[in-house]
């Protein structure tokens, strides 16, 4: 009889802890589930209510341990994998967050949250190995040109993935690395009369490159996309431009779309468009 009114007790003490979290009173949710799960270390409801507590109280790591212990209690359950894998994720343990999202879809494939949280850790991973690349490319012991042009890519990659990466931070450098190394090429390719006022705008912008005029830079380059949208050189010059006004965001489009125009573009060529008379 007693055990039988223990479980009473404890039904209704979890019961009226599901009730505050339900009314967002998390410190009197977090007492009755403290207490419970003291009382019974084997209750999976319990401790998967108390990491969310933790984890609506930024008590991250409390929140792991938490629900690391709700799916030992019970490993079959979906939800524990996918609280755990949110509060791995808040201490940056993308690997194991990841690995948790994808073991919830293996027990419930239709877990839509666990599915969208594993897509947007995945997508942080792979801006991370990007940051990493650059990074370790840019401080390199006497990078070569190719290793700086390669940092620079895997850089805007890891923005253009996440717009917060930290390579945010790195960027300047990298592009203004780049541009102490930058040659001029000329294009090969015939100025035909409709394409004169193309050519005269990417001229214009050159010569302000040179002069360091980069709002001048700008609003040439701007133009000539203008007459010829899909110009990779004049989206690399723009990047550049965005890059020295310190409009990051800008200059991430602008040097992504050269990529995706020209998959192996060299950033160390500075592509000048003589105008034809």
Known sequence: MGGLVTNL?????????????????????????????????????????LGVCYLETQRPTDALEALTRAVQAAPQDADSHYLLGNASGSLGQLDRAAACYRRALDLDPHHAKAEEFLMKVESLIESREHYRTGLGLLYSKNPSMEDLNRSLRELVLSVAIFENSPARDNLPEAARRLRDLQRET????????????????????????????????????????????????????????????????????????????????????????????
């Not at 723009?238 to 950033?267: K, P, Q, S, T």
Request: charged letters at 25%.
């Open 9 to 49: 007790e404890s039904e209704d003490r979890l019961a009226r802890a599901l009730e505050a979290v339900g009314q967002a009173d998390f410190p009197a949710a977090i007492s009755l589930l403290e207490s419970l799960v003291v009382e019974d270390s084997s209750n999976a409801r319990a401790w998967s209510q």
């Open 186 to 277: 000329p294009l090969a390719m015939e100025i035909t009369p409709d394409l004169q006022p193309w050519a005269a705008a990417c001229e214009r912008g050159f010569q302000c490159i040179l002069f360091k005029n980069w709002v001048g830079a700008q609003a040439a380059y701007e133009e000539a996309l203008g007459f010829r949208v899909n110009d990779a050189f004049v989206h690399q010059a723009l990047g550049f431009c965005f890059m020295e006004l310190g409009e990051i965001d800008n200059a991430v489009r602008a040097l992504l779309r050269a990529v995706e125009l020209d998959a192996h573009r060299d950033f160390t060529h500075l592509t000048r468009v003589q105008r034809v008379n």
